[in-house]
């Protein structure tokens, strides 16, 4: 195939308990803006300028995130881009944030921090 069918993502789901606690957290901790909220989900979106939306669903007998144990050493589902690597972190750790230390190869570097449900979302630059 020479052309993509696909030109980006409109909605990353998360998987919450609450999803009124939930965006009140990513809003506070993360700057995501609401859009809109309702008894099953939150609607958020990362910035001004981000296309896709982050849907915070509330589920019924709630689990965290697994991500399939695997070789390639990925434990989650969702990498963000940071404005700043280094404040990023910082920040999240200053908000008692649960953060993993700082890994990477080459140019990349990357970290794993949760929700308040235990999710495990990644920041990577």
Request: with cysteine; aromatic share 12%; charged share 25%.
């Amino acid at each position: 195939m020479t052309k993509p069918l696909l030109k980006g993502m409109e909605g990353v789901f998360i998987p919450v308990k609450d999803p009124g606690i939930s965006s009140k957290w990513y809003e506070d901790k993360l700057g995501f803006k609401l859009l809109y909220i309702e008894e099953e989900a939150a609607v958020m979106k990362i910035s001004d300028g981000a296309q896709t939306v982050i849907c915070l669903v509330k589920c019924s007998n709630h689990q965290p995130m697994k991500f399939p144990e695997n070789n390639f050493g990925v434990g989650k589902y969702y990498n963000f881009i940071p404005q700043n690597f280094d404040e990023t972190y910082r920040m999240l750790v200053k908000e008692d944030v649960k953060v993993g230390p700082i890994g990477g190869e080459g140019h990349t570097r990357f970290f794993t921090f949760y929700d308040p449900d235990g999710n495990p979302l990644g920041v990577c630059q």
